[in-house]
């Protein structure tokens, strides 16, 4: 079996845009559900909202790419306050149901035929990365370090993905660290002893929504200047449900934990991937138990399964506290 390109192939997963776009969903959601509390099974419609807010704005209206940045973020912001105002004064269960209806919802409608000539339909929208490449400073063809290799454009939105991720973190970090962060905390262990105190709790729930809101429209910013294109269907509930699965593998109400889940859990599937068909290559796997084309099923039958053993084993995650997922849980 090749096992440098097994390693090699998921090192370049593991540090790659699909790492970067995941822990930026996944931080988002640290934020709403980890720190807050907050049921948000809607990630993909905000990461939706900063993908298509961008690329509608330079594709379909001929906007510069900044604007079309601008016109993302505030999509999204506006996206998590028709969300939050009917539903954050309810039980959060309410959240998780109105958010993964609305994903679907903002699914449905960018794939719409009627709004093919804005949205792009089913084929989603492209030419809208020219700028944001254009300004690259690199030049080679090729970068990395050791056995892990990333083309030129690969590279270039890695480094600002990375850097973005590193920028999200340290925001999460230093705000729930100041008194904001110790208010939406507690509203996550007893809502009614901080209401009690004269908080305005909704208040700060649609703040963790906006903030997790606007984490996601950067992923989805990333997510569609790594494709070079925009499509309706990568934006489905899987999408949301990779971000959570990240946050708890790497630790829920941890500042670093879905970047770490992020890293553990893509570069793994990759991994998994390449064995199984280099097992398959080499005779290892019959080809009558299993075939290239079940490959992809069965890499996430095994990332599923050890998944379902830390929820059995080690329920915080990796770095998560025991304690705080009692809390949580309560």
């Known amino acids: ?50 993908a298509y807010g961008i690329a509608v704005s330079v594709t379909t209206y001929g906007l510069s ?6 016109i993302a973020l505030f999509a999204s912001i506006m996206l998590a306050i028709v969300l939050g105002v009917p539903t954050l004064r309810l039980r959060s269960d309410y959240l998780a149901i109105v958010t993964i209806a609305a994903a679907e919802i903002v699914r449905l409608i960018v794939r719409s035929v009627r709004y093919t000539a804005t949205l792009g339909g089913t084929d989603g929208l492209q030419g809208f990365t020219g700028r944001f490449y254009e ?11 050791w056995f892990i290799k990333y083309s030129r454009d690969d590279t270039w939105i890695s480094i600002v993905g990375w850097l973005l991720v590193a920028f999200c973190c340290l925001v999460t ?25 004269g908080k305005n709790t909704y208040w700060y729930k649609m703040q963790s929504l906006i903030l997790g809101g606007v984490f996601g429209a950067f992923s989805g910013i990333v997510f569609a200047l790594s494709k070079h294109s925009v499509n309706p269907d990568d934006y489905a509930t899987k999408f949301t449900f990779t971000a959570l699965a990240v946050l708890i593998l790497g630790g829920t109400a941890r500042v670093i934990g879905p970047v770490i889940g992020a890293i553990i859990f893509t570069g793994a599937l990759q991994a998994v991937d390449v064995f199984t068909r280099e097992a398959i290559r080499v005779g290892y796997l019959p080809s009558w138990l299993i075939d290239d084309s079940k490959v992809a099923i069965v890499r996430l039958i095994f ?21 705080e997922a009692l809390i949580r849980d309560r």
Not at 65 to 70: I, K, L, N, Q, R
Not at 174 to 197: N, T
Request: net charge positive; hydrophobic share 50%; aromatic share 14%.
């Open 1 to 50: 079996m090749d096992w440098g390109s097994i390693f090699r192939n998921g090192g370049q997963a593991a540090f790659g845009p699909v790492a970067i776009y995941t822990a930026l969903a996944a931080i988002g959601l640290n934020i709403q559900f980890g720190y807050t509390g907050l049921l948000n099974f809607g990630q993909a419609a905000f990461a939706a909202a900063g």
């Open 65 to 70: 790419f900044w604007t079309g940045v601008a």
């Open 135 to 145: 300004i690259s400073p690199l030049h080679g063809n090729e970068y990395g370090f």
């Open 173 to 197: 970090f230093l705000l729930i660290r100041s008194p904001w962060g110790r208010i939406v905390k507690a509203i996550r262990e007893d809502e009614d002893a901080v209401r009690s105190l």
């Open 303 to 323: 990332v599923g399964l050890v998944i379902v053993l830390l929820m059995i084993f080690r329920p915080q995650g990796i770095l998560g506290d025991r304690r």
